[in-house]
């Protein structure tokens, strides 16, 4: 795994965890909260990220393994699933994918938001956990597992952070600019996607090789 495959992965990582979106989301299920119990959610989402993201890489492609999921359906079916999270993000919309009006309902009746929804399925969405899979499976060396735990990691560690002091980058940033952002990252993770289905269509069908 080489420097661009590292930023490659940083990148879409980043874009499919949506960081500016996902803190909006955020601030409205703190909304009315005192700030202990803000910052207190942020931790607990931080480590929850860490959590999945770990052990999808190191659990994933077995997964597909038990269920004779082949590599290439599972590119195409991601694909599909990225290229839906980036038109909703183009329209600076929520994925429905990610974040239902549901969530906001069960959320209410929850003590805590920090694992569900907010860890999985807004941060971590399908297409994050397709994008981990994917991954995995194209670096099943020991080395690059570590790797790609130690990235996912310090992905966690910066949406933490965001969360953390969520109040103080809102105020900075404003809405308008997480949506231009937002739509900028959306094109990206399209372009993304029509890659990802490309390559699953070659894998499913060798003779366009």
């Known amino acids: ?11 879409a990582m980043i874009i499919m965890m949506n960081p500016l979106g996902s803190l909006s989301i955020f601030l409205q299920l703190m909304k009315g909260t ?11 989402c931080g480590f929850a990220i860490a959590v999945i993201m770990v052990i999808t890489i190191w659990l994933g492609s077995q ?8 590599i290439s359906s599972f590119r ?20 429905p994918m990610s974040h239902t009006p549901e969530d906001d309902i069960a959320a209410e009746e929850r003590g805590s938001v920090a694992v569900v929804p907010l ?23 020991l080395p690059y597992k570590i790797w ?30 997480i949506k231009v952002i937002t739509r900028i990252m959306g094109m990206i993770i399209m372009a993304i996607a029509a890659g990802m289905l490309a390559n699953g269509i070659v894998g499913l069908i060798p003779a366009l090789q």
């Open 119 to 141: 860890a999985l399925p807004i941060i971590i969405g399908p297409g994050s956990i397709s994008t981990l899979i994917i991954a995995s499976n194209d670096y099943p060396i």
């Open 1 to 11: 795994m080489n420097y661009a495959d590292t930023v490659k992965f940083l990148v």
């Open 76 to 95: 195409f079916a991601g694909g599909i699933i990225l290229l839906l999270t980036g038109l909703s993000m183009l329209q600076s919309k929520e994925s």
């Open 63 to 70: 997964l597909l393994d038990l269920l004779g999921i082949t």
């Open 148 to 177: 790609l735990s130690v990235l996912c990691i310090v992905l966690s560690a910066s949406m933490f952070a965001i969360l953390y002091f969520g109040g103080a980058i809102a105020r900075v940033v404003g809405e308008s600019v």
């Open 34 to 44: 005192p700030l202990t119990h803000h910052r207190k959610t942020a931790v607990k």
